[in-house]
């Protein structure tokens, strides 16, 4: 019985040792998928239109999203207040 325990107590500790290791590195691949990062705007509603077609909540979150794409090297205009 001691024999049985120390057999699977040294293919656990195998198993570990030769587990693969993942790094977590923020990748171009993996930054391009992940959601747009946290911006910190008010709840308030007061839409605006922006050049994509879309229509965003208030001016904060719209210039979020135009941040996120001016980083991406495209542009984002505001097309009018209200919706699209």
């Known amino acids: 019985m001691k024999f049985l325990s120390i057999l699977v107590a040294l293919c656990l500790l195998l198993a570990l040792a030769f587990a ?38 208030n001016r904060c979150e719209y210039n979020c999203v135009r941040r996120e794409a001016e980083r991406q090297g495209r542009n984002l205009g505001l097309l009018r207040s209200g919706q699209c």
Do not use: G, H, M
């Not at 990748?27 to 605006?48: G, L």
């Open 20 to 57: 693969p290791i993942q790094a977590d590195d923020a990748s171009p691949e993996k930054e391009a998928k992940t959601p747009s990062k946290f911006c910190p705007c008010p709840r308030n509603y007061d839409p605006v239109c922006a050049s994509n077609l879309v229509t965003y909540p």
